[in-house]
């Protein structure tokens, strides 16, 4: 992972860098913030930012939302100074660390960015055969979509091809389609100029320059706006782009990986996507199948999510009960590895006794998975059917709307993407509601966020 640390490099700081850099990390240095926004802005890019507690963080968080420069940012001090600490967190600060430098705690901020959730787990022969038609073409040029369902693991996919491409030196830069508004993302990919437009106050490199001699994955394609998708085709065929505002083209060096989880040729053919890009990144399609549909891999992966968050939380690892066993490979997974790894998450809290049994398996509600699925799903189904088409009686459409919604996105524990495929509507329409739900006064859960229900 890449951190840039903005501060005084002596005593106490200077040993968070070596212990950081003993991790894997690849660290810059700046001693102000101005200097750690230029480096920003250059695309010399960061996963992570530390901030001595000393600056003004508060301005620091300010001018990266000003330039939507998206980066979280850790704040570092001695260990005595709570107001200091208190004021880093109110201004955004995701996490204070003390300082003398307590190596476990520095590994973990940093496991938590970087995110072992990216190692590529599988068993199933169905999964295998899609990792060996991956390794056949990771050391090409060639522009790969990768396809599948949400949360099956595409972006592990991108990465994993990444790291066993000619390229795996050079940067790996991700980018949200989907999560990113339509009047951004162009500067988001191209960078821009200084006074392209209100708000850009300097010139900013785009995610094109800063994945240079890399890989640069385009998360969500399917959600791009038609125009910018003509402005991308240009990028990859040229290989060159315009910064917003720019007069010179500048020449890039990169793969593209793309991924979706819509169909992209019928999107291409029904005029929603452009047929030529679509052939452009579609050189090599990797379908990632359902988590259903590789049940080998169900196991291999609870196992993998169980150790992660055992050693996450401090607790101790537990065996799966044979009954578990049984009812996790039989379970559907509609949110496949995603739900799988929420799922594994509670278990390991939940779990008391010497194993994890059935009764530590539960929904994000907190109601608990019957062994008996069919039998299970079929009454509750009918039970929420019913007391829905009560809740009905006395609304009007929009409020029916807005529940379905907001329920809807609770059930996903606020993951937009999945919500909207679910609900069978666009991340664009969804966001453009959930906009209009805040607007209102109405509170909308964050990703990994529930509503707090009445009642």
């Given at each position: 992972?890449r951190?840039?640390?903005?501060g005084?490099?002596n005593?106490?700081?200077s040993?968070?860098?070596?212990i ?10 700046t ?15 960061a ?12 301005n620091?968080?300010?001018r990266?939302a000003e330039?939507?420069i998206?980066v ?9 100074d709570a107001?200091a600490a208190v004021?880093?967190?109110r201004?955004?600060?995701k996490?204070?660390?003390?300082l003398?430098p307590?190596?476990?705690?520095i ?8 995110d ?9 022969e169905?999964?295998g055969?899609v ?6 073409v ?9 396809t ?7 972006e ?18 991700s980018?949200?389609c ?20 209100t ?13 240079d001699?890399?890989?640069?994955l385009?998360?969500?394609?399917s ?10 085709l ?7 782009i315009d ?7 500048v020449?890039?060096n990169?793969?593209i ?5 819509r169909?992209l040729?019928?999107e291409a053919?029904?005029?929603?996507f452009?047929?030529d ?5 579609n050189v090599?399609?990797l379908?990632?199948?359902p ?12 196992q993998h999510?169980i150790?992660?968050?055992a ?5 101790a690892e ?5 009954e578990?066993e049984?009812f ?5 997974w509609?949110g ?10 509670r278990?390991?809290?939940?779990a008391t ?16 998975l019957d062994?008996s699925p ?11 059917a ?17 529940n ?10 606020g993951n937009?993407t999945?919500a909207a495929n ?5 991340i664009?329409?969804?966001?453009n509601k959930?906009?209009?739900?805040s ?14 229900h009445a009642?």
């Open positions: 992972m951190l840039l640390i903005a005084t490099l005593g106490q700081l040993t968070a860098t070596k950081a850099m003993s991790k894997g990390a690849k660290v810059t240095h001693d102000t913030i101005d200097q750690a926004l230029e480096t920003l802005r250059a695309g010399r890019g996963d992570l930012v530390m901030v001595d507690v000393k600056l003004d963080i508060e620091l968080i300010a990266l330039e939507h998206c979280p940012v850790v704040a570092c001090g001695i260990e005595n107001r004021s880093a967190i201004a955004g600060a996490e204070y660390i003390p003398p307590d190596a476990d705690l590994a973990a901020v940093l496991a938590a960015v970087s072992d959730g990216h190692a590529l787990i599988y068993k199933d169905r999964m055969r990792v060996k038609l991956a390794d056949q990771a050391g090409s040029d060639a522009s790969i979509l990768i599948g369902e949400s949360g099956t693991g595409k592990v996919m991108a990465r994993y091809i990444h790291a066993h491409s000619s390229r795996k030196d050079k940067p790996f830069i980018v949200n989907a999560a990113i508004p339509e009047n951004l993302l162009e500067s988001e990919l191209f960078g821009h100029e200084k006074g392209a437009f708000g850009a106050v300097a010139r900013r490199i785009g995610k094109f320059e800063e994945a001699g890399g890989t640069l385009l998360d969500e394609i959600e791009m706006d038609v125009r910018l998708q003509a402005k991308l240009r990028a990859i065929q040229e290989r060159e910064r917003v505002g720019g007069k010179t083209p020449k890039v990169i793969r990986v793309a991924t979706s989880n169909d040729a019928a053919r029904n005029g929603n452009r047929e890009l679509f052939y452009r990144l090599v399609n379908q990632l199948p988590l259903r549909e590789r049940p080998a891999d169900i196991l291999a992966l609870s999510f150790a992660h968050f050693r996450a939380n401090g607790v537990r065996p799966f009960s044979a578990a049984s996790l490979t039989r379970h559907h509609s496949n590895v995603r739900e799988l790894e929420n799922t594994m998450h278990a390991v809290l939940l006794d010497d194993e994890i049994g059935i009764d530590a398996i539960r929904l994000p509600d907190g109601s608990r062994a069919q039998q299970e799903v079929a009454q509750r189904a009918a039970e929420v019913d007391a829905t088409a009560r809740s009905f009686v006395g609304k009007t459409v929009a409020e029916v709307e807005q379905l919604i907001l329920d809807t996105l609770d059930h996903c524990l937009r999945h679910i609900l069978g509507i666009s664009r329409t969804l966001r959930l906009k209009e739900y607007e209102q006064g109405v509170h909308v859960p964050q990703p990994g966020e529930l509503r707090a009642g």
